[in-house]
């Protein structure tokens, strides 16, 4: 690296490298100098905000250190990377994350505690970067730190969205969507405003011949957007390697602010043509499992791919290799179809700008592919209009078309006597209007297609993309259960559980080799090891009761059973059922005389999550919950046992808190509608049980800690079909419980009974899609279990303690190996 210099500017150069600070005093020197410089504020009036300012930016500065050695390193070894295209990062905070990463925590809360400050309320200053919506999302910031961690050559590519998932008000029990404009102030990112790349739009195709007589398509005409990369550095934990993030901002292309319009006079109109540009990148669509197909959101796509492949072809072109390698120094994942249009930028680039001819592109394209499919559920399968595509992007369409023609070909040639399979599997579905169906070219242009957890991929094996097992064979479809980072889900969220299970293990060792934790068994039965155990969640559960009574002026015990789900709120996650449970808890309890009532497990069931905001059911289920709260915490005759809590704005920061806190957490989908769940695994690894349904990760969860260490209920994923048939064309008796509970409701027991119509009409009158009285009787079968084995404090400990022990699986440094090795082709790349 150094030999890049020349030698006559290179020992001024290489005298001044900058390492950062190595210790306390040097730490508290870089955050004065911060603070009087950078910041430009007296040290005499520095409060927590700037102290986290400065403290950000000592630590941005470390990291940077880390990131450009990576990033040369890369660049010299010319290796090959993993490109991670997502329109979704959930990256939480990142300050306290740079400082665990960096192995600097202790000094850091050394150094402020000196200045003046407590370290959690610096670390707490700080606004989560929420670009993201739920499970996707946060799977892709987590799938970053793996990379990292291990070494992999690896850049993540996105939006750079000035506004992210709204903030969750609740105002009178009803959700309330407030903007989160969350860049004011933003240390983590490096704007690259000389990395730049101009983005086309609409205009038309013409063919012309070129010198040799061959045709070729033209793309011209239209509009034009700049985009602007952001960059923002990920550091692995007890490593150098920091990769990249870039994420794009876009605004209007330097030509395009008129000078034309801005010369005659129509200032006004060349600031709306700004801003139009700019909007392009402003807001995350805050749907979560839902398409709802707008202009605006496949313009996003478009220009966040093809600035992406821009950028990764650009840096290609530098190692003068021939195309074929582009294969061997390129793998591109797409994180569910929202990139799919990459598949068909690159063929364009390589056909139209490259001169490749169509099969050598195409085999390019594919080896470069992998495509990983998140969601089962139709209302969430991508599919544009033919016209809406023509119309944006009219080159792209035509490549669409001829993809979809050789592959119908090849599959006629190979199926002839199938009247019906090209129909069913065309790219193009030939409805009025006609759609292009986005899994499905997904599927043809990639090399490999994996599910997120093993019964979903069997499921998508078998129902979605059947006929493509059959075209393709079943070696193109695989595999690979999501994983969670321990550095955030158990180092930094529980520090004090971490702490103890290092003690146990042989140090801090299990946080890059989650497997160790199974040493953890051999001190099951040790008297104080259990007792330190049950005082750490004792402690999460004080300080979650604390926040409880803060923001929601609520007295809970922290000795009753906590009983949480946290997550978007969804039918097929079934909030529903868990507020209708509740609802027959607190009927049976009213119903108890007062000796009984003591004999009761007391219970505090915590919900939160949002709502999209045009997801109306899901806003009633908000709505239910909160006025049975508003019910069951006031009502004298039930005291501690039973709580209702609603927790406003749940996000990354929020869950670090909550899930250390959870004695019992809900993952109740039904039953093949989950495609994997990843909180089910946080809270597990928090020394949590669960009650969950046989669905997505549960499964494997099952397996690896044992069916005695949790709680499963239901309705199975092969029966599904079948019930939901009766449904319709049979029988279908709600069941008793059930109908005392919408009875309840009904009654007026929690406000205005019109209000909950549709919940409950669901139920009984439109065919119960999501199977809520079909599971009724053995969810609260379970919960009655659940509450005898709680009273055993010394049995449930046990089980807690051999299922951490045993979840060493779902480590998303197991998850992305098997990426790097089964689909991506990739080495570590050590700093
Ligand atoms: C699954 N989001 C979880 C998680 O694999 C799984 C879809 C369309 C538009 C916008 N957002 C989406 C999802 O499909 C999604 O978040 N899926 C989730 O992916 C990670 O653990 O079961 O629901």
Redesign the pocket.
């Known amino acids: 690296v150094e030999a890049s210099i020349p030698e006559p500017q290179r020992a001024a150069w290489t005298k001044h490298e900058f390492s950062g600070f190595q210790n306390k005093e040097e730490f508290e020197r870089e955050v004065v100098r911060h603070v009087e410089t950078t910041l430009a504020r007296s040290i005499y009036n520095c409060d927590e905000s700037a102290a986290y300012s400065a403290s950000s930016l000592a630590f941005r500065d470390r990291l940077v250190q880390g990131w450009n050695k990576t990033q040369q390193r890369q660049t010299f070894t010319d290796s090959k990377r993993i490109y991670y295209l997502s329109?979704?990062f959930l990256m939480g905070r990142a300050l306290d994350n740079a400082m665990l990463n960096l192995g600097a925590k202790e000094v850091a809360k050394e150094g402020l505690a000196e200045l003046g400050f407590r370290i959690e309320d610096i670390v707490g200053q700080e606004h989560d970067a929420a670009l993201g919506?739920?499970?996707?999302?946060?799977?892709a910031a987590c799938f970053l730190d793996s990379m990292a961690t291990l070494n992999y050559p690896a850049w993540g590519y996105g939006l750079r969205y000035r506004y992210g998932i709204f903030k969750q008000e609740i105002i009178d029990g009803y959700q309330v969507e407030v903007p989160d404009y969350w860049l004011d102030f933003n240390p983590w990112e490096f704007p690259r405003h000389d990395v730049t790349v101009d983005i086309q739009f609409y205009g038309q195709v013409r063919k012309s011949q070129d010198e040799n007589g061959k045709t070729v398509a033209i793309w011209e005409g239209g509009e034009t957007v700049t985009a602007v990369a952001y960059d923002v550095p990920t550091p692995g934990y007890d490593t150098p390697s920091t990769n990249n993030l870039r994420l794009w901002s876009s605004k209007a292309a330097s030509g395009e602010f008129d000078f034309q319009k801005f010369n005659s006079g129509d200032y006004e109109s060349s600031v709306a043509d700004q801003q139009r540009a700019e909007t392009i990148s402003a807001v995350l669509?805050p749907?979560?499992?839902?398409?709802r197909g707008k202009e605006l959101r496949i313009k996003q796509q478009y220009f966040w791919v093809a600035a992406s492949l821009y950028d990764i072809v650009r840096r290609f072109k530098k190692s003068k290799r021939s195309w074929n390698e582009f294969p061997d120094q390129v793998a591109i994942q797409l994180n569910?179809t929202?990139p799919t249009l990459a598949i068909v930028e690159l063929q364009r680039i390589l056909i139209d700008v490259e001169g490749l001819e169509w099969d050598e592109a195409w085999n390019i394209v594919t080896s470069t592919f992998g495509y990983?499919n998140?969601?089962v559920?139709p209302e969430?399968l991508?599919k544009w209009p033919v016209g809406l595509i023509q119309h944006l992007l009219p080159r792209h369409l035509q490549i669409i078309y001829d993809i979809n023609l050789f592959f119908l070909q090849s599959v006629e040639k190979r199926f002839p006597e199938d009247r019906d399979i090209l129909r069913r599997v065309s790219i193009i579905e030939e409805s009025q209007p006609k759609m292009v169906r986005m899994a499905y070219l997904a599927v043809v242009g990639s090399h490999k297609v994996n599910g997120?957890?093993e019964l979903?991929s069997d499921l998508i094996q078998t129902t979605i993309f059947k006929d493509f097992v059959t075209i393709f064979g079943e070696d193109k479809f695989t595999n690979v259960t999501?994983g969670i980072t321990p550095r955030r889900w158990l180092h930094q969220a529980n520090p004090r559980l971490s702490e103890l299970i290092a003690s146990k293990t042989g140090g801090y060792e299990f946080l890059k080799d989650l497997t160790l934790l199974n040493k953890l068994e051999l001190f099951v039965d040790d008297k104080t090891f259990r007792k330190e155990w049950a005082e750490i969640k004792f402690a999460n559960k004080v300080r979650l009761a604390k926040y409880i009574k803060s923001t929601l002026n609520v007295n809970v015990n922290p000795a009753a059973l906590f009983d949480v789900q946290v997550k978007?709120i969804h039918e097929y996650k079934r909030q529903q059922l868990n507020i209708f449970g509740v609802i027959h808890r607190y009927l049976t309890l009213k119903a108890m005389s007062p000796e009984e009532r003591k004999k009761q497990q007391p219970r505090v069931s915590i919900f939160g999550g949002k709502a999209a905001p045009g997801y109306w059911m899901a806003k009633q289920i908000i709505h239910l919950i909160n006025n049975v709260g508003g019910v069951v915490n006031q009502d004298p005759d039930i005291g501690d046992l039973l709580k209702v809590i609603f927790l406003e704005d749940y996000n990354v920061s929020k869950a670090e808190m909550i899930i250390p806190a959870s004695d019992l957490s809900e993952h109740i989908?039904t039953a093949g509608t989950?495609?994997?769940?990843?909180s089910n695994m946080k809270f597990v690894l928090n020394g949590g049980l669960i009650i969950g349904t046989c669905d997505?990760?549960n499964i494997e969860i099952t397996r690896e800690i044992g069916q005695e260490n949790i709680f499963l209920f239901g309705t199975l994923s092969e029966d599904v079909e079948d019930l939901r048939h009766m449904h319709t064309y049979g029988e279908h008796p709600i069941d008793p419980n059930l109908a005392k509970v919408f009875d309840a409701i009904q009654g007026g027991m929690f406000g205005e009974p019109n209000d909950f119509n549709a919940m409950i009409s669901a139920v009984r009158d439109h065919g119960d899609y999501y199977l809520v009285s079909d599971d009724f009787q053995s969810y609260i079968d379970t919960h009655k279990m659940v509450d005898t084995e709680y009273q055993n404090q010394e049995e449930w400990i046990s089980k807690c303690i051999r299922s951490v022990a045993r979840m060493g699986f779902f480590s998303s440094d197991r998850c992305i190996n098997e990426y790097a090795e089964g689909i991506w082709n990739i080495e570590p790349l050590a700093v």
């Open positions: 329109l979704e919506n739920g499970g996707l999302g946060r799977l669509y749907n979560d499992n839902l398409d569910d929202h990983t998140h969601t559920l969430a991508e997120v957890a979903h999501n978007r989908s989950e495609a994997s769940g990843t997505g990760a």
